[in-house]
């Protein structure tokens, strides 16, 4: 047995003594005991009490297929094979190693309650505490090769933004180019991987970390502010519900940004623009630059007002100055 069956039980946030977990799950009560070490290992608040037993510090909705793909509407739900991991390394990776195995008109998708090597942008780690958020891939064949994929990333983010209007948020925001913010703090990120050829079709993994429970779940530290959807609507959020809106919204936008290309979404990215006109840095692989943001261009890139002229930034970490006055 591996943790996995002893949460689902668990999952309830009711009490259940060690004897009680030991005899529904047919083992000892030592392999009760070392699995919910296990549990805690993975950030799980499981607490015991004497004379009562183990318990989670909440309920625990766990991630379902199902229940996801029937919230989905019909189009979107005749198309897509859903996969849910309880641990895997990282869903992004999972979709790379499987880049090829794709069915004619179909997209592929996974979700992980856990990764225990979540990739962020820039060879950053991703925190993916257990069940506290969305770790979502997706992978999209695009027929028309490299050159049709200028922007892909901004409108992933805005497909983001209008999924957490959806769900009730207020005022999410990106900040170029792909990350989500709510009042200066990060909600969500996105990081594109691919392989292959520079012509022809080309397959992309597009994977979204989306903060949904964290701040219930998990004291993970992460070095930059951050918030989640329960800190906005001020409840714990059904993580179901949360993904089936955001699978929607992917693969409506991605249709469309497919036939249309980026200049269908210029207008409407730049009204959730957060950098605009502020002073911001950016800092590049080997450069940093500073200067005025003003927006973007037709082809998504940043463009940065400096003392020597209007510059386009294809790709960088961005931060505001702060005044020092
Ligand atoms: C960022 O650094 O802002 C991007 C974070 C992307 C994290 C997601 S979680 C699902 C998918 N699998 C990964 O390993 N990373 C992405």
């Excluded at 037993?53 to 309920?59: C, V």
Aim: hydrophobic share 40%.
């Amino acid at each position: 047995m591996r943790g996995h069956e002893l949460l689902r039980l668990l999952s309830t946030g009711q009490f259940y003594s060690g004897q009680s977990l030991a005899d529904q799950l047919g083992v000892s009560r030592t392999a009760v005991w070392n699995n919910i070490q296990y549990l805690k290992k993975l950030g799980l608040d499981v607490f015991a009490v004497q004379g009562k037993g183990y318990r989670l510090a909440y309920p625990l909705e766990l991630l379902d297929a199902q229940k996801i793909t029937t919230e989905l509407s019909s189009p979107a739900a005749g198309c897509v094979d859903l996969e849910v991991f309880s641990e895997i390394d990282s869903t992004n990776r999972y979709l790379l190693k499987r880049m090829y195995e794709t069915s004619p008109g179909r997209v592929r998708a996974c979700l992980a309650e856990y990764q225990n090597a979540g990739r962020g942008r820039r060879g950053r780690q991703w925190i993916s505490p257990f069940g506290a958020n969305i770790y979502l891939s997706l992978l999209w064949r695009f027929e028309r090769g490299l050159e049709a994929i200028e922007g892909l990333s901004l409108v992933v983010a805005l497909s983001l933004v209008k999924a957490l209007e959806k769900l009730g948020v207020s005022n999410p925001m990106i900040k170029w180019p792909n990350d989500i913010h709510c009042e200066g703090k990060k909600l969500a990120g996105i990081l594109l991987e691919m392989s292959g050829e520079a012509s022809g079709p080309c397959h992309i993994v597009i994977g979204v970390g989306m903060n949904v429970n964290m701040s219930r779940f998990s004291d993970t530290t992460i070095d930059q502010p951050w918030t989640d959807i329960s800190e906005k609507l001020g409840d714990l959020v059904s993580r179901n519900r949360v993904a089936a809106v955001l699978l929607e919204n992917m693969l409506e936008t991605l249709a469309v940004f497919e036939r249309k290309g980026f200049a269908e979404f210029k207008n409407d990215w730049q009204q959730y623009d957060v950098l605009v006109n502020k002073e911001i840095e950016v800092q590049e692989t080997n450069n940093m630059r500073q200067g005025i943001a003003r927006g973007i261009d037709d082809s998504g890139a940043l463009l940065l007002e400096t003392s020597r002229g209007q510059q386009r930034i294809l790709s960088g970490d961005v931060s505001v100055r702060v005044s020092r006055d």
